[in-house]
C-alpha cells in the first residue's frame, strides 16, 4: 500500500532553517511527483511547490522564492523539503503528498504531517 | 493567481440529510478542481478529482460537479464519519495550485 512517512516534529528559532524529510513506500517513486502543502494552526491549506521524482524539476510558492529548496533521493525514495530564514509564521504542520510527475495535480496520497513551531 | 471560493464557511446538517458544498474559482479551470476532506488532527484526504471522479475508495454518496468557475460536492445523506471540513483545490492554472479557505460540515 502506498505509504508516506515524514519526520517528527521540529522546534526552531527565527532565522534558523528545517529540513522535512518524507519517505515514499509501497509504489514506484520515479513515477510520481510530491507537492508541499503546510497549514497554519487553525487555518486553511496552502500550497508551497511541487518537485518531479522523475526529473527534479520543481515550481515553487512565488511567496516562497528564495527560502524554499525541494529534492528527492530516489536511491532512499524520500521527498525532502528545506525552509531557511524561519518566521513565526512559518509555524503550521507541514505535509507531503504524491503529485503527478509532469506537473502539479490532485493528491493522493498525504504524509502525516509535520509539525514546525517557530519561537524564540 | 487563481483565488478559489468556498460557501458556506459552516454548514450544519443533520445525519442523513443532503449537504451541498459550493466552490467558486476566479477564473476557469476547467475541469482541474479536486476536493478533499480533513478531519481534526489529520490530513486532507482526497474525495473528488477530474471535478467529479471519486478516488480510490470514496462512498457513492460523494458526488462532485461542475467546470469552468463553479463547482459542487454533495454528500446525499450524511453520516457521522462525514462530520470534517472539506477543502477544494485548482490545479489548473499553476503555480500555486490554490486551495479554498474550507467549508466545515457540522452536526446540527
Given at each position: 500500500?502506498?505509504?508516506?512517512?515524514?519526520?517528527?516534529?521540529?522546534?526552531?528559532?527565527?532565522?534558523?532553517?528545517?529540513?522535512?524529510?518524507?519517505?515514499?513506500?509501497?509504489?514506484?517513486?520515479?513515477?510520481?511527483?510530491?507537492?508541499?502543502?503546510?497549514?497554519?494552526?487553525?487555518?486553511?491549506?496552502?500550497?508551497?511547490?511541487?518537485?518531479?521524482?522523475?526529473?527534479?524539476?520543481?515550481?515553487?510558492?512565488?511567496?516562497?522564492?528564495?527560502?524554499?529548496?525541494?529534492?528527492?533521493?530516489?536511491?532512499?525514495?524520500?521527498?525532502?523539503m528545506?525552509?531557511?530564514?524561519?518566521?513565526?509564521?512559518?509555524?503550521?504542520?507541514?505535509?507531503?503528498?504524491?503529485?503527478?510527475?509532469?506537473?502539479?495535480?490532485?493528491?493522493?496520497?498525504?504524509?502525516?504531517g509535520?509539525?514546525?513551531?517557530?519561537?524564540? | 493567481?487563481?483565488?478559489?471560493?468556498?460557501?458556506?464557511?459552516?454548514?450544519?446538517?443533520?445525519?442523513?440529510?443532503?449537504?451541498?458544498?459550493?466552490?467558486?474559482?476566479?477564473?476557469?479551470?476547467?475541469?482541474?478542481?479536486?476536493?478533499?476532506?480533513?478531519?481534526?488532527?489529520?490530513?486532507?484526504?482526497?474525495?473528488?478529482?477530474?471535478?467529479?471522479?471519486?478516488?480510490?475508495?470514496i462512498?457513492?454518496?460523494?458526488?462532485?460537479?461542475?467546470?469552468?468557475?463553479?463547482?459542487?460536492?454533495?454528500?446525499?445523506?450524511?453520516?457521522?464519519?462525514?462530520?470534517a471540513?472539506?477543502y477544494?483545490?485548482?490545479?489548473?492554472?499553476?503555480?500555486?495550485?490554490?486551495?479554498?479557505?474550507?467549508?466545515?460540515?457540522?452536526?446540527?
Open positions: 500500500q502506498v505509504q508516506l512517512v515524514q519526520s517528527g516534529a521540529e522546534v526552531k528559532k527565527p532565522g534558523a532553517s528545517v529540513k522535512v524529510s518524507c519517505k515514499a513506500s509501497g509504489y514506484t517513486f520515479t513515477s510520481y511527483g510530491i507537492s508541499w502543502v503546510r497549514q497554519a494552526p487553525g487555518q486553511g491549506l496552502e500550497w508551497m511547490g511541487w518537485i518531479s521524482a522523475y526529473n527534479g524539476n520543481t515550481n515553487y510558492a512565488q511567496k516562497l522564492q528564495g527560502r524554499v529548496t525541494m529534492t528527492t533521493d530516489t536511491s532512499t525514495s524520500t521527498a525532502y528545506e525552509l531557511r530564514s524561519l518566521r513565526s509564521d512559518d509555524t503550521a504542520v507541514y505535509y507531503c503528498a504524491r503529485d503527478d510527475r509532469e506537473s502539479s495535480s490532485w493528491l493522493d496520497y498525504w504524509g502525516q509535520t509539525l514546525v513551531t517557530v519561537s524564540s | 493567481e487563481i483565488v478559489m471560493t468556498q460557501s458556506p464557511a459552516t454548514l450544519s446538517v443533520s445525519p442523513g440529510e443532503r449537504a451541498t458544498l459550493s466552490c467558486r474559482a476566479s477564473q476557469s479551470v476547467s475541469s482541474n478542481l479536486a476536493w478533499y476532506q480533513q478531519k481534526p488532527g489529520q490530513a486532507p484526504r482526497l474525495l473528488i478529482y477530474g471535478a467529479s471522479t471519486r478516488a480510490t475508495g462512498p457513492a454518496r460523494f458526488s462532485g460537479s461542475g467546470s469552468g468557475t463553479e463547482f459542487t460536492l454533495t454528500i446525499s445523506s450524511l453520516q457521522s464519519e462525514d462530520f471540513v472539506y477544494c483545490q485548482q490545479y489548473n492554472n499553476w503555480p500555486p495550485d490554490t486551495f479554498g479557505q474550507g467549508t466545515k460540515v457540522e452536526i446540527k
